[in-house]
């Protein structure tokens, strides 16, 4: 079936929760497995600014007709919100077989959709879910699929693989609602950890990893808190606080040199990791701008470290963003490089300087064999787009050493350098100074 719109279209599909659940709960009450998918149509505040209300209100039409020429077996498509529209598969094999939907759901966007005269790419993230949890009713199954769909964006990818664990994790509302006057009450620090170079001796780049010391339950980690804040909105002021903080430790660190000289010194620099959701919230980049002359430091100071399933969609705004701080002058990393399923693609047009390889990796280097031709061709590959490269999660000197014999650029890992608190990083600039003078004499 042809999605091909004429401008003279005009029924738009309406948003109709109600019908929506009672299909879902009809279909539930006959005791089967039933499916959900939830897809979120991206960035589609910026289309209805960009083409005007009529061109995106066609653009509904045209979503609702591809997504019902899917033939996906006798699914229902509702429309639940301004840009999401919810999939239900009435008779689901097995729930592993969502991944395939979902998949298939992405891939018939890769086409762009017709308007009139005007063809618009759009992208799309999915969440979804089944009932055959326990217990799961319509609530259940729209809740789980909205935890994907998060974790989807969080990650900059399409949609996540499967993980019946993920979704019965208990949700920690107090520490959620308490994260926020973390923030507030500067209960959050930041570590850092040293990418050493490879090439040149004593250039050392830091990178910014948050903690968070709870006056309760210790120092609880970024990979708990992250998402948290990812969920709560709370991402905006942390982010904030991370580049602010960030760049002024960064003004402390010995032989930093202040903006006015910063051509002559290249020691330094500091990186700071995005969520997506900072980078796609309004006002980013002026925000980065604003803490650079706060603090007085050169964009080429500053690297931003996100995930490669943010460049996917090259007409996002987070995109658009990378590209506006990119020709302000500031590095932007891609972070744990070979895991995010995406293709490559986007390297045609990418505004990264930096590519760093993902842990795993790293990890089995000395005894496996397929791991150093991967990391090898990571390597070649950032390097073909004029990237430095940056091993992750290097643990002992045998890893280090082959990296080297690969020509990767950067170093990080426990073998040189954990991430720590800043006065323990004063003393480790200090010692590794004096090693480096120590090995010049
Ligand atoms: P990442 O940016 O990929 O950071 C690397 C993680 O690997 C860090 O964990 C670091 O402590 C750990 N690591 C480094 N070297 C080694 C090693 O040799 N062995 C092992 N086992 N681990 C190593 P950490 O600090 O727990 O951070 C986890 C993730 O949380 C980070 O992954 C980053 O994605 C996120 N994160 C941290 N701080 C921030 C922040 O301020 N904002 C945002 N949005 N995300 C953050
Ligand atoms: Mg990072
Ligand atoms: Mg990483």
Request: charged share 25%.
């Amino acid at each position: 079936m042809s999605d091909r719109l004429n401008e003279s279209d005009v029924f738009v599909p309406p948003i109709d929760r109600r019908a929506f659940t009672q299909k879902l709960r009809e279909l539930l009450a006959l005791d089967r497995p039933v499916g959900l998918l939830i897809a979120d149509i991206q960035d589609f505040k910026r289309i209805n600014h960009t083409f005007g209300l009529d061109v995106a209100n066609q653009l509904l039409i045209c979503i609702e007709k591809r997504l019902f020429g899917l033939s996906l077996k006798g699914a229902f498509v509702f429309r639940l919100d301004g840009n999401e529209f919810a999939i239900i598969l009435p008779s689901l094999l097995d729930p592993s077989l969502l991944v395939l939907a979902a998949n298939k759901v992405c891939k018939s966007f890769y086409e762009q959709l017709v308007v009139g005269d005007r063809h618009i790419q759009i992208g799309v993230r999915i969440g979804y879910s089944s009932n055959t949890l326990l217990n799961c009713g319509v609530e259940d199954m729209l809740r789980h699929a909205e935890i994907l769909l998060d974790d989807a964006k969080a990650a900059g990818l399409s949609y996540v693989d499967y993980d019946e664990s993920r979704l019965l994790q208990p949700h920690d509302w107090q520490l959620e609602s308490e994260l926020n006057q973390a923030i507030a009450n500067n209960e959050l620090v930041l570590f850092f950890q040293p990418k050493i170079s490879l090439k040149r001796q004593g250039k050392i780049y830091l990178e910014a990893l948050a903690r968070w010391q709870h006056p309760e339950r210790g120092m609880i980690s970024p990979a708990v808190f992250i998402p948290l804040a990812e969920q709560s909105g709370a991402i905006k002021p942390l982010t904030k606080w991370a580049i602010h903080s960030a760049l002024r430790s960064l003004t402390e660190w010995p032989g930093y040199v202040s903006i006015d000289h910063a051509d002559h010194v290249d020691h330094y620099s500091v990186a700071v990791n995005l969520s997506v959701y900072a980078l796609e919230s309004e006002g980013f980049v002026d925000l980065v701008t604003a803490a650079l002359n706060i603090w007085g430091v050169s964009p080429k100071n500053l690297t931003l470290e996100v995930t490669e399933g943010v460049f996917v969609n090259e007409a996002s705004k987070a995109v658009q963003s990378l590209h506006e701080l990119r020709a302000l002058g500031v590095c932007i990393s891609i972070d744990d490089f070979g895991t995010g399923y995406s293709c490559l693609s986007y390297f045609k047009n990418l505004p990264a300087g930096e590519l760093k390889i993902d842990k795993s990796f790293v990890d089995h280097l000395t005894e496996d064999g397929d791991d150093r031709y991967l990391a090898q061709l990571m390597i070649d590959l950032g390097h073909r787009f004029n990237m430095s490269v940056v091993a992750e999660g290097i643990e002992d000197q045998a890893t280090f050493t082959i990296l080297q014999h690969m020509g990767c650029d950067y170093a990080q890992g426990f073998f040189r350098g954990k991430p720590m608190p800043q006065d323990v990083l004063l003393s480790w600039l200090k010692q590794h100074k004096k090693e480096r003078s120590d090995d010049k004499n």
